[in-house]
């Protein structure tokens, strides 16, 4: 009699999970796992950096501040020492400021201020041209102070490296694939962590000017000015973005304020600036 | 942002055709098995008295994974354990490859397949690229001819 092989009801060779659920189970895992060893490293990269002295920090990124093309386009002229002084009496009794800021303005269209690592804090044309009163442009020197002296731009770097490490060690030349989903998971904590930053400077900014002026009003001028400038901030959700949203700054500015103080005119000469 | 979304695209439709794809070769293999039953396959290589002819019968297949296989594989290669997409892979390319033997057997009509043999080869351009599963089914088939005296 010959025989013939019955065929099998059910199939020992495959496992019986669902796939789905078996790639949920895993991606929770990763991320409840990656979420908590990033904000460890996180804290960990915030305790290293407040060991760098200022000094280190200055002598590391001269040379690097320098290469950028952000040396192009600073103008010396009155408008610069105007502003230095405004500066300086912004800063004079900040008792735990380690150096001296340096202010100058850099002839671009675009309306941007930022902080180098090092003191040297640059506002371009575009945004003194966007400001009528001392008050709004103290706040956004206050803000970038702020920057400097919370060490943002070495916590920034300090965690990327962290992170960066960390993601070596783990995954190696193994699955790009999961790697990318991990740089996922550090970008979300990064990008909430500049956040956070951010609001600080922008207290920070605060303080000094109701110091110097006794107020608040008039801080929000450039952010209200911007609305208008950028429309396309709307569309990128809030937790995708590196600032908060400017509505939510102008509001945090506001809810701090005395409504019945007087502004200071701004005047600026600024025909030196070829944009 | 832009890669965020192609990521999920990519793995929504590779989830998708994917699983759709499996089902239907499943059941495409499940009918063929059965029509194909009547030829048995050995490993062995006992040859029965009757049979007098003997013929190298192969069978091979190439399957790809899909882009949410190898998602899932990537994440699970951080944690361990078994890979039921995979599995199902493998199963389905070992199950093809027997049969496409035993269709090139049948047209030899042949009695049965001794001594089977599989070898796999997995395909890929670089580690953490799609890839592709190679099964081979080799083996021979037996008849028994009329010996004309």
């Known amino acids: ?275 | 942002m832009f890669e965020l979304i192609t990521f999920f695209v990519l793995l929504t439709v590779g989830y998708f055709s994917g699983t759709y794809i499996e089902k239907r070769h499943y059941k495409d293999i499940i009918r063929r098995e059965k029509d194909l039953a009547n030829i048995p396959v050995r490993c062995d290589k006992w040859v029965p008295n009757e049979c007098n002819k003997g013929f190298l019968v192969m069978g091979s297949v190439v399957i790809s994974v899909d882009y949410f296989k190898m998602v899932s594989e990537g994440v699970k290669n951080i944690f361990g354990g078994r890979i039921r997409s995979y599995e199902a892979l493998l199963d389905r390319a070992r199950r093809e490859a027997v049969l496409r033997m035993k269709e090139m057997a049948k047209k030899y009509n042949a009695q049965e397949v001794v001594n089977l043999r599989l070898e796999s080869a997995r395909l890929s351009k670089e580690a953490g690229g799609v890839l592709c599963v190679e099964v081979f089914a080799y083996g021979t088939a037996l008849r028994s001819d009329e010996i004309h005296t």
């Open chain 1, 1 to 275: 009699m010959k025989f013939t092989p019955k065929a099998l009801s059910d199939n020992p060779n495959v496992s019986k999970t669902h796939p789905l659920k078996e790639f949920a189970f895993s991606v929770g895992l990763l991320f409840v796992i990656g979420g908590g060893l990033f904000v460890g490293l996180g804290f960990l990269a915030d305790y290293l950096v407040e060991r760098i002295s200022f000094e280190t920090e200055k002598s590391l990124f001269e040379k690097w501040g320098s290469s950028l093309e952000l040396s192009k386009g600073v103008v010396e002229n009155e408008a610069s020492a105007k502003l230095q002084a405004m500066m300086d009496s912004l800063v004079r009794n900040e008792s735990n400021l380690r150096y001296k800021p340096k202010v100058q303005v850099v002839c671009w269209k675009e309306p941007n201020a930022f902080a180098l690592p090092g003191g040297t804090i640059k506002i371009t044309s575009g945004l003194i041209r966007q400001i009528k009163h001392e008050n709004g442009l103290a706040f956004i020197m206050g803000h970038e102070v702020g920057h400097l002296q919370n060490r943002d731009h070495l916590r920034g770097i300090g965690r990327q490296l962290v992170f960066l490490l960390g993601g070596l060690v783990l995954f190696g030349e193994h699955s790009a694939v999961s790697a990318k989903m991990v740089g996922l998971v550090s970008s979300m904590t990064d990008l909430s962590f500049s956040r956070e930053r951010e609001i600080d400077a922008d207290n920070y900014g605060l303080r000094l000017v109701k110091k110097k002026y006794g107020h608040t009003k008039g801080a929000e001028e450039f952010f209200v000015a911007i609305q208008n400038y950028s429309k396309a901030e709307k569309y990128i959700p809030s937790f995708l973005s590196t600032h908060p949203s400017s509505d939510a700054r102008i509001q945090n500015i506001r809810n701090l304020q005395d409504s019945n103080a007087t502004l200071v005119d701004l005047n600026l000469d600024l025909k030196d600036c070829k944009e």
